[in-house]
C-alpha cells in the first residue's frame, strides 16, 4: 500500500516551499494524493487552510478525521468482523479496522502452512493489536490535526475544485499513475 510518506530530508524541502508560499501571500494550499498527510499536516501547522485528497480507504479515515466528518464504511468480511468485536471504540478505531486489515490480508488466502498461522495469529492477538496500535497513535500524536476540506477520489478532480497552491506527491506505478500525469500536464 502507498501512504505516501516522506523522509525528514524531504520534510525540511515541503517546509521551505510552504514558506515562500506564505512570503508570496499565498493561504490555501491544495494537497493531492495526501496519503498519510505528512504535507498537510505541515501546511496545517503553519497556519494555511488546507484541501486534502486520495483515493485510498485508509487516507479518506485520516481525512475524516481531519475534517471532524468520519468517513463511514462496512466490512463485509465475517473473519474480521470476528475481530473487530474485540476492539475498543475510540477516535482510532475504524482506522485501526483497515490497518489490521491490510496486515491480516496479507495472510487471509491461507496457501500454505505459514499463511495459514499467520492468519489465526492475527485473528487470535487481534485485541492485543488493537490496544498497542491505540497506544503508538496516541502516544505520537500525529494524527491531531485539522483539514478544512477532503476529497476522495482523483486528484486530479481535486485540485481543478478550487484556487491555492498545489502540492502533489503523486505515485508512479508502471501503467499508473505517471500516465495519468502525463494526460493531466497535457490537458
Do not use: W
Not at 516551499?17 to 498537510?40: P, Q, W, Y
Not at 486534502?52 to 462496512?74: C, H, Q, R, W
Not at 492477538?125 to 477532503?150: H, I, M, P, Q
Amino acid at each position: 500500500m502507498f501512504i505516501g510518506s516522506i523522509n525528514r530530508p524531504s520534510r525540511i524541502i515541503v517546509e521551505e516551499a510552504l514558506g515562500l508560499a506564505k512570503r508570496l501571500g499565498h493561504t490555501e494550499i491544495r494537497v493531492g494524493c495526501s496519503g498519510n498527510f505528512t504535507c498537510d499536516r505541515i501546511a496545517s501547522a503553519m497556519g494555511f487552510k488546507v484541501h486534502s485528497n486520495d483515493v485510498s480507504l485508509y487516507s479518506a479515515i485520516i481525512g475524516g478525521m481531519a475534517t471532524g466528518k468520519p468517513f463511514e464504511f462496512t466490512c463485509t468480511n465475517p473473519e474480521l468482523n470476528l475481530a473487530y468485536g474485540q476492539f475498543g471504540q475510540t477516535k482510532y478505531t475504524p482506522l485501526i479496522q483497515v490497518m489490521f486489515a491490510l496486515k491480516y490480508g496479507q495472510f487471509a488466502a491461507r496457501k500454505n502452512a505459514y499463511q495459514e498461522a499467520m492468519a489465526d495469529n492475527y485473528l487470535e492477538c487481534a485485541e492485543e493489536f488493537y490496544e498497542k496500535t491505540v497506544a503508538k497513535l496516541e502516544r505520537k500524536g500525529s494524527l491531531n490535526f485539522t483539514v478544512d476540506s477532503y476529497y476522495h477520489g482523483d486528484f486530479r478532480a481535486h485540485l481543478d475544485n478550487g484556487d491555492g497552491v498545489i502540492f502533489l506527491y503523486a505515485p508512479t506505478y508502471k501503467g499508473g499513475y505517471e500516465n495519468i500525469l502525463v494526460l493531466y500536464g497535457n490537458e
